[in-house]
């Protein structure tokens, strides 16, 4: 099952840099940007498709890992290094990313959940707090 899960996200991936995002760029009417972030062990990019709202000039992405006991692994790396890429549509730049503030999240957290209702049942399936986190482009 894993195996099929990386596979899906490899080709989710080729299929949004291929085409600047106009493929596999939304899910329904959320935005989809890819975040590449550096293993914390292996020190080798990692990128995965994540929703997310922007604030400012920033990205808002959520590390629900839908609603399982444990972070996902591109969050601990953004902990572990937060210097990350991004790319949203064509548009491709570095940015800092940092975990989201207890007053940040309570005013960011409705409007991810407007764009993805599922983060409410996540939230209430797991009992670890789900970090959001704010990536804000450098350079």
Wanted: aromatic share 10%; glycine share 8%.
């Amino acid at each position: 099952m894993k195996l099929l899960i990386s596979a899906f996200i490899a080709f989710n991936v080729w299929l949004y840099r291929l085409s600047g995002g106009r493929l596999m760029g939304k899910m329904g009417a959320a935005p989809i940007l890819l975040l590449t972030t550096t293993g914390r062990k292996s020190g080798r990019s990692r990128t995965v498709p994540l929703l997310y709202v922007k604030e400012d000039q920033s990205f808002v992405v959520v590390a629900s890992f839908a609603g399982a006991p444990k972070h996902p692994a591109w969050y601990l790396n953004a902990e572990a290094n937060p210097k990350v890429q991004l790319q949203v549509a064509s548009q491709r730049f570095a940015g800092i990313a940092r975990r989201a503030g207890a007053e940040e999240k309570a005013r960011l957290w409705s409007r991810l959940v407007a764009i993805y209702p599922k983060y409410e049942d996540y939230r209430r399936r797991t009992t670890r707090e789900i970090p959001l986190v704010i990536v804000t482009p450098v350079g």
